[in-house]
């Protein structure tokens, strides 16, 4: 029943619908659709997709060019910034011979108001003298751990039953000390900026940075870790 209060029949408003249909298909103006025939002609000639000349990973670690090629893609930096990983490399610099001698002496004495002093750290690469390079820090908060360390780890061929600890980044400094010449096994959080920074922020844009958490060495220095410059 319509509006009027009319009985309309179901088979009326189905005529009614397939004749406004059928004239609004007479009325229209589009053309038929014509089915094209498949290209015949010369196929384009398209450059091959590059290939990646980069090792990613070295079983389960990453390689230092592989993970920073990662961290550039913009399809795999989300699996490496910012988060818990492991690098494979040697250590091809330290900055504990170059400590300066103001920076070196016991835990609980502070440095001189005029000593400047980088955070301890080292660079690990692919190979003994290769570029790039991917800095690691937060093993040890300043020289007097590392001296600590140093004096404890003395001589030592086995790690002492309780490692150096290093309260403020609440880690074990490692035994080792970190030497160049070492094939080592990085764990830490991995991106562009260094996580425990206190002060400044520390960072790299071009190969990121090491947050340490662990390392394990696979093949020793030539030579401990040594101050060149203490008194």
């Given at each position: 029943?319509?509006?009027?209060?009319?009985?309309?029949?179901?088979?009326?408003v189905?005529?009614?619908?397939?004749?406004?249909?059928?004239?609004?298909?007479?009325?229209?103006?589009?053309?038929p659709?014509?089915?094209?025939?498949?290209?015949?002609?010369?196929?384009?000639?398209?450059?091959?997709?590059?290939?990646?000349?980069?090792?990613?990973?070295?079983?389960?670690?990453?390689?230092?060019?592989?993970?920073?090629?990662?961290?550039?893609?913009r399809?795999?930096?989300?699996?490496?910034?910012?988060?818990e990983?492991?690098?494979?490399g040697?250590?091809?610099?330290?900055?504990?011979?170059?400590?300066?001698?103001c920076?070196?002496?016991?835990?609980?004495?502070?440095?001189?108001?005029?000593?400047?002093?980088?955070?301890?750290?080292?660079w690990?690469?692919?190979t003994?003298d290769?570029?790039?390079?991917?800095?690691?820090?937060?093993?040890?908060?300043?020289?007097?751990?590392?001296?600590?360390?140093?004096?404890?780890?003395d001589?030592?061929?086995?790690?002492?039953?309780e490692?150096?600890?290093?309260?403020?980044?609440?880690?074990?400094v490692?035994f080792?000390?970190?030497?160049?010449?070492?094939?080592?096994?990085?764990?830490?959080?991995?991106?562009?900026?260094?996580t425990?920074a206190?002060?400044?922020?520390?960072?790299?844009?071009?190969?990121?940075v090491?947050?340490?958490?662990?390392?394990d060495?696979?093949e020793?220095?030539?030579?401990?870790?040594?101050?060149?410059?203490?008194?």
């Amino acid at each position: 029943m319509n509006r009027l209060g009319f009985l309309v029949s179901p088979s009326l408003v189905l005529a009614l619908a397939l004749s406004a249909t059928a004239t609004s298909g007479c009325n229209t103006n589009d053309e038929p659709y014509k089915a094209s025939p498949a290209w015949t002609g010369r196929k384009p000639s398209l450059p091959a997709p590059p290939t990646i000349s980069v090792t990613i990973k070295n079983g389960d670690a990453y390689t230092v060019a592989g993970v920073i090629h990662q961290l550039h893609s913009r399809i795999h930096e989300k699996e490496v910034n910012g988060k818990e990983l492991t690098i494979v490399g040697y250590i091809v610099e330290s900055n504990i011979p170059t400590a300066p001698a103001c920076a070196i002496h016991d835990v609980g004495k502070k440095d001189p108001e005029n000593c400047k002093s980088e955070l301890p750290s080292f660079w690990i690469a692919d190979t003994k003298d290769g570029k790039p390079r991917i800095r690691v820090l937060g093993w040890a908060k300043n020289f007097a751990t590392v001296y600590e360390a140093m004096k404890k780890y003395d001589k030592l061929k086995e790690p002492p039953k309780e490692l150096v600890k290093d309260e403020l980044f609440s880690v074990e400094v490692p035994f080792p000390l970190p030497a160049v010449g070492a094939k080592v096994k990085v764990t830490g959080s991995y991106g562009f900026a260094f996580t425990k920074a206190t002060t400044g922020v520390v960072s790299d844009p071009d190969t990121g940075v090491m947050t340490y958490k662990k390392v394990d060495q696979l093949e020793p220095a030539s030579a401990p870790a040594a101050f060149q410059n203490k008194k």
